[in-house]
């Protein structure tokens, strides 16, 4: 397999763009902290005052003291931009003067505190919207910002602290920024500036030390902003290396790929890698490759469900992946995503079966290159040694009995019309006869009863045709030489005709969920009122998914149910505790999950940007049946759409 190095055009067209953006732009750079005191607006001035000695025009927008002499000090060297005086219910309060720094025009603006708010009146309600305005214009800004104030961390924050933060600032403004540079401080050196009044002035340090300045708070947040700005650098590798065609490895952090397919092998690797991941401290994704060559039961993709939401459960990311070349895939992946390490279970086989059956273990390992590879194998005693859950033991119902009498069928059908064609015909015209017939066969989607097929034509066509007739005598080499290639071309045909078929039928698996998720999207979007959108969504959820569909609300603390389909209106205590359990929780639960399994039905919890807005039961019309995994994602989607709808519709 030969590795494609050349770069992503379209990644490398978003770089360029980007980078063109951020020429015309001023430069950001964030000062980061975990609280106030640790030295955010110190090093910012300090850093300043080098710039300034480089030749750059510096000027101070904002830059609170807060009774720090030293900081005093270092202000008074840069020239201070005047503020604005605003009149807030009979208070002067002195603001900045935006339209002031954008006349001055300076190299560099010093702008403390970015999730401040702004008095009323001025043009942008924050600070950091006053900061994007500059940057816009071609100025740098250096600003500072505490970790609890970043949007996507407040509400973690907040529990730390226990005080609600109202002064955010949104992510977006800091993924603009070119430099985030932490400031750290620990906790006990920053408790002993706080007691030496180099934080708040005495009366407001008695009170923070009493709610906001204690070791564990602070501890929690100095780890909350490590992990944001490990976060950031490990996202500007990533993208990195992206946009440069990067495909080897940098090793900077521990990552596991677990390959996980439906039998029960899976959910010891899968328990395997959880091990694994912890004793590295390190995250790991559980990836399944949806392949046209792999052709599962219903049982089997049951399975394929059963353990990515294991792998879920146990703390992994969960990815299913398309693709014809299972390895290609697999190692693809796993270098986007700086994968150091791939888990991938090998049964033991005899060594004439490893000869003419590649082990999808041994391909990994060839095609790897820096990527460490760990095999589990079974072992000696007994294959499976863990205790296996009951639902993953199974056997496959399937029976192929059917496909191989049509196999033989087909064969036989093609032998009598060939003795009536043999009397026209010269034999090489009737091994055509035979190529049909295989390319029949192949149609079915079945490997076995394909590969059977040639061999039958190749011996019937030998038996019947072939001088001596009724033996498998052959009287001329070249008969021979003929046979060998009519086999070698029915394998192939028939090979290629399985393959055809498969991509075809994911192919329009794929394109009927896309028609079905824009359907549903347009014809809720052309829909008013509540009550008419559930109708609508459980009907058309309904027939897309051959099952009973209800929409549970919540009402009262209890979930009600506002819109069903081929199902009852109420549930038993049971199904309600399930329901319940799912709302709760934010996770799905029931059939076929291993989450409270006994119930008929599945249950969704509909996600909505705001937080969970009700629970989707959906329950198969087949007995016993189990949705796919391609399913359980069309079924997610479907879900957040009708969230989304009903938020917006309450809104």
């Given at each position: 397999m030969k590795e494609n190095h050349r770069p992503d055009p379209e990644k490398l067209l978003k770089q360029v763009q980007k980078e063109e953006l951020q020429e015309k732009q001023g430069k950001l750079k964030i000062y980061l902290g975990a609280a106030p005191g640790v030295g955010k607006t110190y090093s910012m001035l300090q850093d300043a005052l080098i710039k300034r000695g480089q030749g750059f025009d510096v000027v101070i927008g904002v830059a609170e003291s807060h009774g720090r002499q030293e900081i005093e000090n270092l202000v008074k060297i840069f020239e201070i931009l005047p503020k604005q005086v605003i009149n807030y219910k009979g208070i002067k309060l002195h603001e900045f003067d935006l339209d002031g720094a954008l006349n001055r025009n300076p190299g560099l603006i010093l702008m403390d505190e970015m999730a401040h708010t702004n008095a009323s009146g001025l043009r942008h309600d924050k600070r950091w919207q006053d900061i994007k305005e500059i940057l816009n214009h071609g100025i740098d800004v250096y600003t500072t910002c505490n970790v609890q104030h970043i949007e996507s961390i407040n509400d973690i924050a907040a529990k730390i602290i226990e005080v609600k933060i109202k002064e955010t600032v949104p992510d977006s403004i800091l993924e603009l920024a070119d430099t985030i540079e932490l400031v750290d401080l620990p906790p006990e050196d920053l408790l002993k500036r706080l007691r030496e009044g180099k934080v708040y002035f005495p009366n407001n340090a008695r009170l923070a030390a009493e709610k906001f300045f204690q070791k564990g708070n602070l501890a929690a947040l100095r780890e909350l902003a490590l992990r944001f700005t490990a976060e950031r650098v490990r996202t500007e590798v990533l993208l990195y290396r992206k946009g440069k065609g990067k495909t080897h490895l940098w090793q900077t952090k521990e990552k596991i790929l677990v390959c996980v397919g439906p039998g029960i092998e899976s959910n010891r690797l899968i328990r395997t890698a959880c091990r694994m991941s912890t004793n590295l401290h390190a995250d790991w994704i559980a990836v399944h490759i949806d392949s046209p060559r792999l052709h599962f039961s219903e049982e089997q993709q049951n399975d394929?469900?059963?353990?990515?939401?294991?792998?879920?459960?146990?703390?992994?990311?969960?990815?299913?992946?398309?693709?014809?070349?299972?390895?290609?895939?697999?190692?693809?992946?796993?270098?986007?995503?700086?994968?150091?390490?791939?888990?991938?279970?090998?049964?033991?086989?005899?060594?004439?079966?490893?000869?003419?059956?590649?082990?999808?273990?041994?391909?990994?390992?060839?095609?790897?290159?820096?990527?460490?590879?760990?095999?589990?194998?079974?072992?000696?005693?007994?294959?499976?040694?863990?205790?296996?859950?009951?639902?993953?033991?199974?056997?496959?119902?399937?029976?192929?009995?059917?496909?191989?009498?049509?196999?033989?069928?087909?064969?036989?059908?093609?032998?009598?019309?060939?003795?009536?064609?043999?009397?026209?015909?010269?034999?090489?015209n009737l091994i055509m006869t035979y190529l049909l017939g295989v390319t029949v066969v192949a149609l079915l989607g079945r490997t076995g009863p394909s590969i059977l097929a040639c061999i039958l034509s190749v011996l019937a066509c030998d038996f019947f045709f072939i001088p001596p007739r009724f033996s498998f005598a052959i009287s001329d080499i070249q008969y021979f030489f003929t046979l060998m290639v009519m086999l070698i071309v029915t394998l192939v045909i028939s090979h290629l005709t399985v393959l055809t078929r498969r991509q075809a039928e994911a192919a329009r698996i794929s394109e009927r969920h896309m028609a079905t998720l824009h359907t549903l999207s347009q014809k809720l979007s052309s829909t008013r009122s509540l009550p008419k959108l559930l109708e609508l969504a459980v009907h058309h959820m309904g027939d897309i998914f051959n099952s009973g569909v209800a929409i549970l609300l919540p009402e009262k603390k209890q979930l009600v149910t506002k819109a069903h389909y081929r199902t009852d209106h109420t549930l038993n205590p049971k199904e309600q505790s399930v329901a319940q359990w799912s709302f709760d929780s934010g996770q799905i639960a029931g059939r076929g999950t291993d989450t409270l399994p006994f119930s008929k039905a599945l249950y969704v919890p509909l996600l909505a940007p705001k937080g969970i807005v009700g629970v989707l039961r959906v329950q198969p019309m087949k007995p016993n049946y189990l949705f796919t995994p391609i399913q359980m994602r069309l079924l997610e989607s479907c879900a957040n759409q009708i969230a989304i709808v009903i938020e917006v519709d309450r809104l």
């Open positions: 394929v469900t059963r353990n990515l939401r294991f792998a879920e459960q146990l703390g992994a990311e969960t990815k299913i992946l398309s693709g014809f070349d299972l390895v290609k895939e697999i190692i693809a992946f796993a270098r986007e995503q700086n994968v150091t390490l791939i888990m991938v279970w090998k049964h033991i086989h005899s060594h004439w079966r490893n000869i003419f059956f590649k082990s999808l273990a041994d391909e990994i390992v060839r095609y790897s290159s820096e990527i460490n590879v760990f095999i589990v194998t079974p072992s000696i005693t007994d294959e499976y040694t863990d205790v296996v859950p009951e639902h993953l033991t199974y056997t496959n119902k399937t029976s192929k009995i059917p496909a191989y009498a049509v196999s033989i069928g087909v064969v036989a059908l093609v032998t009598y019309i060939n003795f009536f064609l043999g009397a026209y015909f010269a034999n090489a």
